[in-house]
């Protein structure tokens, strides 16, 4: 037996990211973040499976920057 797919809203991922609708549609629009279109209208309706919003959010984790060691400073010798 399969497990069904679980969907989201953009609403939805909003709220959960804690970041604006528009946001998410962006990501959607610009390909980002894979969707699917489930309005029969002019207007879209949004889904996004949780398998595509986990591997988006991987892809968008930051590193830390590793800081290299910083080079000793050299004596350079007088010649007075």
Not at 4 to 28: D, G, H, M, N, Q
Not at 41 to 52: E, H, K, L, W
Not at 54 to 71: C, I, K, N, S, Y
Request: glycine share 2%; proline share 8%; aromatic share 8%.
């Amino acid at each position: 037996m399969t497990t069904p797919t679980e969907f989201y809203t953009c609403p939805e991922i909003a709220r959960l990211l804690r970041c604006r609708e528009s946001k998410v549609s962006t990501w959607i629009k610009s390909g980002r973040l894979p969707a699917i279109n489930v309005s029969e209208s002019t207007r879209p309706r949004y889904r996004v499976r949780r398998a595509d919003l986990d591997q988006f959010l991987a892809g968008a984790a930051v590193v830390p920057v590793v800081r290299t060691e910083r080079r000793q400073k050299r004596t350079i010798p007088s010649y007075v």
